[in-house]
């Protein structure tokens, strides 16, 4: 839930998703319609069919307990190098290689003398935070977290606090007089119109609803609810649903729509879409 969202959009959330599923059991005897809805605003909802697809699969191949190593890990649906690294080292005390955002900005100051990270993790990056873990299973799980929280509270992209900083004095970046990023500008990722958010848009209203709803209404709700222009945006929204439809978050129900049929209040007749079953 936490990649590529903010912890405290996450933890509330969280606890509400702990309480209803505690087990990877009680996960996969969900259904998918459920795990998105429950997903609420996180965003990026795929990873609530693959969070569910995992706990499927660690009922079936591992008799409903999460494997400890990250060979087993990364083959669970939706689990990458990361969220196994993560897991194995935090959930289980094994010796990994954890690389986040905040792990590689503090090493490429510390180490590197560079004011930020590359753009994209690379190999020599990995290697790098490779050669630092500690050997033993359990310091180096507190390396992996230290480093983490480093990088998250005192050596920050843009407020770095090097007076609070444990490495200041062996901080290449700090040695070099704290140069800036002398890399190419790096510009934010525009939200307003983007796929994303209109993808979000049509989840949220099929979520708010009880009944399918129909593509005309569906569409004009969402162009509405942002305060798109029609005659720009229509063709993207009807991308983004058909997008939906092929990741599985999203289906369209032929035939009537609602209790009074295709021409009552709930809209007219034809193609609607629901949360999955």
């Known amino acids: 839930m936490a990649q590529q969202t903010p912890v405290g959009r996450v933890e509330p959330v969280w606890r509400e998703w702990m309480e209803r599923w505690p087990t990877p059991a009680a996960l996969a005897a969900a259904t998918p319609g459920d795990v998105v809805r429950a997903w609420g605003r996180l965003g990026y909802p795929r990873r609530a069919l693959r969070l569910r697809e995992a706990a499927v699969v660690v009922v079936e191949r ?40 905040n792990v590689r900005r503090v090493l490429a100051r510390a180490v590197e003398g560079r004011a930020l990270a590359s753009p994209s993790l690379t190999a020599a990056e990995t290697r790098l935070a490779a050669s630092l873990v500690p050997d033993d299973p359990a310091t180096s799980a507190v390396w992996n977290v230290a480093v983490m929280e480093l990088g998250a509270l005192v050596c920050r992209a843009r407020t770095p606090e ?63 609810r942002l305060g798109l222009d029609a005659r720009q945006h229509a063709a993207q929204v009807e991308r983004c649903l058909a997008s939906l439809v092929e990741d599985g978050l999203v289906e369209p129900v032929p035939g009537p729509v609602g209790p009074d049929g295709p021409d009552g209040p709930d809209g007219p007749g034809g193609e609607a879409f629901r949360l999955p079953a």
């Open 62 to 101: 591992h008799g409903g307990e999460l494997p400890p190593d990250e060979e087993a890990l990364r083959a669970l649906p939706g689990v990458g190098t990361y969220t196994a690294a993560a897991v194995a080292a935090f959930a289980f005390g094994r010796r990994s290689v954890v690389v986040d955002t």
């Open 162 to 224: 090097c007076g609070a900083c444990p490495l200041a004095d062996v901080c290449a970046w700090v040695a070099a007089g704290s140069p800036p990023d002398d890399g190419p500008p790096r510009r934010g990722q525009a939200w307003h119109g983007t796929d994303r958010q209109v993808r979000g848009a049509l989840v949220q209203v099929l979520r708010e609803g009880e009944h399918p709803v129909p593509r005309p209404l569906l569409e004009d709700e969402v162009l509405t």
